[in-house]
């Protein structure tokens, strides 16, 4: 069965300051990654997203990720943090083979920023 | 505009009481999906469809049922309402060509006293 691990329920950056939030999934078949994000009272939307193809993806808001396969990691960064970039972060993996998708979410990576 | 629309945002029930979320998309999606986010839990599949008249359980089915009766809509019936239903609720949509970016609706926030 598939799952996802975000370490940390809770980050706090300085704006200006990297933003990294962690996601390590698990997988038996090639996975399809997403990262997504819920601003308050809101529905999620997709940052981006990982199927085939070069490691490095890049998204909306100037957020990046890169697929590691030899690590199991999807990790989530933006160099400079931005007040507006406070907002909780949900990865999500689904299997690549299944023509179907079923996505299976972590619990969340709730961004804080601070002036 | 494209959009997945949900009604109603916020709703109170009481032990036993029922009611319907609904659910509507424009976006002619063949795949449609219910989520329910609890704090700290992330989002857990309650139900999903492949299209009009297909639908099966996903990870958190007990206490609900779905119908899919036309592509655009994808109602969630909770008949006997229970404290453990307290939660958000997510609709979500996708295409079948493309069946790796789902589209959310705005939620409904739902409390059983």
Redesign the interface.
Known sequence: AQSVTQLGSHVSVSEGALVLLRCNYSSSVPPYLFWYVQYPNQGLQLLLKYTTGATLVKGINGFEAEFKKSETSFHLTKPSAHMSDAAEYFCAVSEADTGFQKLVFGTGTRLLVSP | NAD?TQTPKFRILKIGQSMTLQCTQDMNHN?MYWYRQDP??????IY?S?GAGITDK?EVPNGYNVSRSTTEDFPLRLELAAPSQTSVY?C?S?DAVS????Y????TRLTVL
């Open positions: 997945v795949y700290g839990m992330g989002l857990k599949l999903y492949v996903g997510f979500a996708t069946v790796d970016t789902q959310f609706g705005p939620g």
